[in-house]
């Protein structure tokens, strides 16, 4: 059984919070949800459960509060793992949140265990307690059930004690530990506090207080049950690392993205602690309306760019400058992800190439020549290093995602042409992208790059907002690499100064 466990989002959206904590990150908690299972997803986990431990929102009692709840109860839904979600002190009326989530409290049974939810009533001193029906309950489960194995999940934790003024603990803790001994509870899950706490067994039971997704480093929990043996596993949001730069991220302007915003990407790729972001927009895009952009045809047919770069404002290029340049800062970086088009030339418009980008990244998404269905493997290959040849002995800084061309076409990716990249990326100074979207680098070709001397760019790529600052996996794939922090500032690409 693996379970994931997430407690206090505080998600303030279309109501007003309440919180006026500087380190309390409601806005993001939508987006931290998502990034939850993006990276459980990184992880090949794929969680039997979720738990979610309640204050889901950080203003249940706004009129608005009901919608920000079908704003997770949607993200939740979108996950594909069954929820078992839990009200808080900040949810607002426990009777309309159970029967939006359907998970009231009673039990639960996933696989082999039974999850018991356990009601909370707050005082005016909003202090918690635990309710005697609720109690009996659980007592009535066990007898029903006398070999199932329990878990217990309640917003506020029985155990152990917490010293702080803000009443955290349930007033009748010392009964509810008793119920849980005597009803043969494993495990206790909780949220509420929102430093967490690790781990502790007393008596039989074990508790753990699951940390606040809302605040720096954006914690959860992974659990592991596998007979008597309950393994958990905190792990953080935010990158462990330092300051790294995220070299390839698009905006609003791109036809491909999904959710993806400047504005809040710009607050979550810094709360995930990116150093610096670079906004590269996709100039084929730009240049082209959407069907016309799609549909590639610009790449053999010149007279298309040629058309589009006489337009007024060069489609929306001039626009996106516009935007873009106001936006330029010592965090945010600006620049274009470019194509090749015709002969081998560059997709970018001379007035467009003077312009002081802070940095190019040039993809290679579409090959011309290349027919599916008719072109042989060792043909593509060809035509894929001609290209690669071509693109790389432009004003690139970066080439991003190497090999997802072949991934993309349904084509056998070709680790014997890695040493003939390498070769061109390092005669010709351009770095190597280390990108995740819809795409798996390979640790072995960025480790022959290395050994080359070529610099590693790390790249979100985010089209989903999810995917902003999530680095999780190219840190991993580093390691991998055995590139270590002590010379990772070495390794990672670094922009040109101006």
């Given at each position: 059984m693996t379970i994931v466990a997430i407690s206090d989002m505080h998600y303030f959206g279309l109501s007003r919070p309440v919180s006026r904590q500087e380190n309390v990150r409601g806005e993001l908690g939508r987006t931290l949800l998502k990034k939850v299972f993006l990276r459980l997803a990184h992880q090949g986990i794929k969680p039997d459960v979720a738990v979610i431990l309640g204050d889901l929102l950080d203003n249940g009692t706004?009129?608005?509060g009901e919608l920000d709840l079908i704003t997770i109860h949607g993200e939740l839904t979108r996950c594909g793992v069954p929820c078992i979600v839990l009200p808080g002190n900040h949810d607002g009326d426990p009777s309309a949140f159970n029967a939006r989530f359907g998970t009231p409290p009673g039990l639960y049974r996933i696989k082999d265990l039974g999850f018991v939810v356990m009601g909370t009533a707050y005082a005016e001193n909003y202090r918690p307690s635990t309710p005697v029906e609720d109690l009996a309950r659980l007592k009535q489960i066990r007898k029903e059930n006398p070999d199932l194995p329990l878990i217990a999940l309640q917003h506020a934790p029985a155990y152990p004690v917490i010293d702080t003024l803000f009443p955290y603990r349930i007033a009748n803790a010392a009964q509810v530990m008793d119920a849980y001994r005597n009803c043969a509870v494993s495990l206790a899950l909780s949220g509420h506090y929102h430093t967490g706490t690790a781990i502790r067994l007393h008596d039989t039971t074990r508790y753990h207080t699951v940390p606040a997704l809302c605040e720096a480093p954006f914690r959860f929990s992974v659990i592991?049950?596998?007979g008597d043996r309950i393994e958990i596993d905190?792990?953080?949001?935010a990158l462990p690392s330092g300051a790294l730069m995220d070299s390839h991220c698009h905006t609003e302007h791109a036809f491909c993205g999904t959710t993806v915003d400047t504005a809040p990407v710009i607050a979550t790729?810094?709360?995930m602690g990116i150093g610096t972001l670079c906004l590269t927009e996709h100039a084929f895009q730009l240049y082209f309306e959407k069907h016309e952009a799609m549909g590639f045809r610009w790449q053999s047919e010149t007279e298309r760019v040629e058309r589009a770069w006489a337009a007024?404002?060069?489609g929306r290029m001039a626009a996106y400058r516009r935007f873009a340049e106001k936006l330029r800062s010592p965090f945010v970086k600006i620049g274009l992800e470019v194509d090749l088009y015709g002969d081998g030339e560059l997709l970018i418009a001379p007035e467009d190439r003077a312009f002081p980008w802070d940095i190019l990244v040039g993809a290679i998404h579409k090959i011309k020549d290349y027919r599916p269905g008719v072109t042989t493997q060792r043909e593509a290959e060809a035509l894929f290093l001609r290209d690669v040849e071509q693109i790389t002995g432009t004003d690139i800084h970066v080439l991003a995602h190497p090999f997802r061309w072949f991934d993309r076409h349904h084509l056998q990716r070709p680790k014997h042409l890695y040493g003939a990249v390498s070769d061109l990326l390092a005669e010709n100074g351009v770095a190597v992208e280390v990108n995740y979207h819809t795409y798996s680098p390979d640790p072995g070709f960025v480790r022959l790059c290395v050994a080359k001397g070529i610099p590693v760019a790390l790249a979100s790529d985010t089209h989903d907002l999810a995917e902003a600052g999530e680095?999780?996996?190219?840190l991993h794939l580093l390691k991998q690499a055995g590139i270590?922090?002590?010379?990772?500032?070495?390794?990672?690409?670094?922009?040109?100064k101006s």
């Open positions: 706004d009129p608005n592991r049950i596998e905190e792990q953080s949001l790729a810094k709360a007024p404002g060069r680095f999780w996996p190219h270590t922090s002590k010379n990772m500032h070495d390794v990672l690409f670094k922009l040109p």
